[in-house]
């Protein structure tokens, strides 16, 4: 073999080695590159559904959990609370839900599938506050005897009953929002999917 043989070889080799090792260099650069267009795993999982078992939700008691980080409340209603529902409709903004704001099973007083159990955006319709929770019927600082409990929002004033419905004069245009939502089981429910609107 010549010289000229050898450094062909060499030549041939040092370039072939450079190739592998400049495919491999890129391959470190798209993997990252082309992974940051898939969404995160958070990202993917604030937009999943979310299972909450209400076995233990008893009459009154009110369950927060967190939905594309939004507050859902679920919360269980005996029959006085619904009873009390109808009576009411005189003081609302909107008593039959005329506002898109609730998928269609829930267009109903009781704003829900099953008039027991109700799930509900907890966020006002005003300026995004989050309203708390006052069952209490009577309570004086909300009306008195016209109270028949519902949800109170600080921020500016506004008052909804047991089903999110507004009342009349208070800066919330609107009724709270009901979120997509099916009962898996009697007592698991999972927000996000509305099997019937798919």
């Known amino acids: 073999m010549s010289e000229q ?6 030549r041939r080799f040092l ?3 450079t ?16 992974s940051s267009w898939m ?11 979310v299972d909450v078992d209400i076995t233990k ?7 927060r959990v967190l939905w594309r980080k939004k507050p859902i409340w679920i919360f269980k ?8 529902l109808p009576t009411l409709n005189n003081e609302l903004t909107d008593p039959d839900n005329t506002e898109d704001q609730q998928p269609a099973y829930a267009n109903n007083t009781h704003r ?3 008039p027991e159990i109700a799930v509900i955006i907890g966020i006002c319709t005003h300026l995004g506050c989050s309203p708390t929770y006052r069952p209490e019927v009577g309570a004086a600082d909300l009306g008195g005897d016209a109270w028949k409990g519902g949800f109170y929002c600080p921020c500016h004033g506004s008052k909804f009953d047991l089903s999110g419905r507004v009342y ?28 019937k609107a798919s």
């Open 5 to 10: 043989e050898i450094d062909l070889k060499k």
């Open 15 to 17: 370039t072939g080695a």
């Open 19 to 34: 190739s592998v090792v400049g495919a491999v260099g890129v391959g470190f650069v798209l993997v990252p590159f082309l």
């Open 39 to 49: 969404p995160s795993a958070r990202a993917k999982a604030a937009g999943a559904p």
């Open 57 to 63: 939700l008893e009459n009154g008691q009110l369950v």
């Open 77 to 84: 209603r005996d029959k006085t609370v619904l009873d009390n």
């Open 112 to 114: 829900s599938i099953n």
């Open 168 to 195: 009349k004069g208070v800066p919330a245009p609107t009724n709270l929002v009901i979120p997509p939502y099916h009962f898996v089981t009697d007592s698991l429910i999972r927000l996000g999917i509305d099997p």
